[in-house]
T-cell receptor, first 109, second 113 residues
Framework: LAKTTQPISMDSYEGQEVNITCSHNNIATNDYITWYQQFPSQGPRFIIQ???TKVTNEVASLFIPADRKSSTLSLPRVSLSDTAVYYCPTRGSQGNLIFGKGTKLSVKP | NAGVTQTPKFRVLKTGQSMTLLCAQDMNHEYMYWYRQDPGMGLRLIHY???????AKGEVPDGYNVSRLKKQNFLLGLESAAPSQTSVYFC????????????FGEGSWLTVV
């Protein structure tokens, strides 16, 4: 069964770059790596996905090495509003996304 | 574009009462899901549906039933509510499983006393 591991929490200061790494155990060959963001009292929100190498959008960058055993979500110059829980879900046997506990990012002024 | 809409947003139930949570999506997605989220537990899949008229069990299906009579709606029912079902419930939908991108509603806070 595929499983991901990511840090439980991280602290940062405004303006810093934050990198959150997720290890992907037994990710399927044809599966994409996705990251979600969840603010308190809201549902998770998709922020980025990739298959290999690097993907960048207006919110974040995603780095995936060739072996796809890990991925790193990079948030440039974080602000207080980036305080949230970040998930790198894995695919369950039923095709559903398994979210785990995520990484709680706290950005301080 | 409303996306995924859940009703009600808040509800307090007495033990043994029944209720139904309604999820509606306007994106013509085939797949719909119900998750529950408890402190420190992440999101756990209750039931899901891969199309109109179909339902399947997720990780924690006991005590819940679902129906997908229309493509845009996915109903989650609690026949006899228990305090252990106090949780935040999230509905989600996606165009297909392998894409990986799913869209969540804003959540329904349920308290069973």
């Amino acid at each position: 069964l595929a499983k991901t591991t990511q840090p439980i929490s991280m602290d940062s200061y405004e303006g810093q770059e934050v990198n959150i790494t997720c290890s992907h155990n037994n990710i399927a060959t044809n599966d994409y790596i996705t990251w979600y963001q969840q603010f308190p009292s809201q549902g998770p929100r998709f922020i980025i996905q990739g298959y290999k190498t690097k993907v960048t959008n207006e919110v974040a960058s995603l780095f995936i090495p060739a072996d796809r055993k890990s991925s790193t979500l990079s948030l440039p110059r974080v602000s207080l509003s980036d305080t949230a829980v970040y998930y790198c879900p894995t695919r369950g046997s039923q095709g559903n996304l398994i979210f785990g506990k995520g990484t709680k990012l706290s950005v301080k002024p | 574009n409303a996306g995924v809409t859940q009703t009600p947003k808040f509800r307090v139930l007495k033990t043994g009462q029944s209720m139904t949570l309604l999820c509606a999506q306007d994106m013509n997605h085939e797949y719909m899901y119900w998750y529950r989220q408890d402190p420190g537990m992440g999101l756990r899949l209750i039931h899901y549906s891969v199309g109109e008229g179909t339902t399947a069990k997720g990780e924690v299906p006991d005590g819940y039933n679902v129906s997908r009579l229309k493509k845009q709606n996915f109903l989650l029912g609690l026949e006899s509510a228990a305090p252990s079902q106090t949780s935040v419930y999230f509905c989600a939908s996606s165009p297909e499983v392998k894409v990986g991108t799913i869209y969540f509603g804003e959540g329904s806070w349920l308290t069973v006393v």
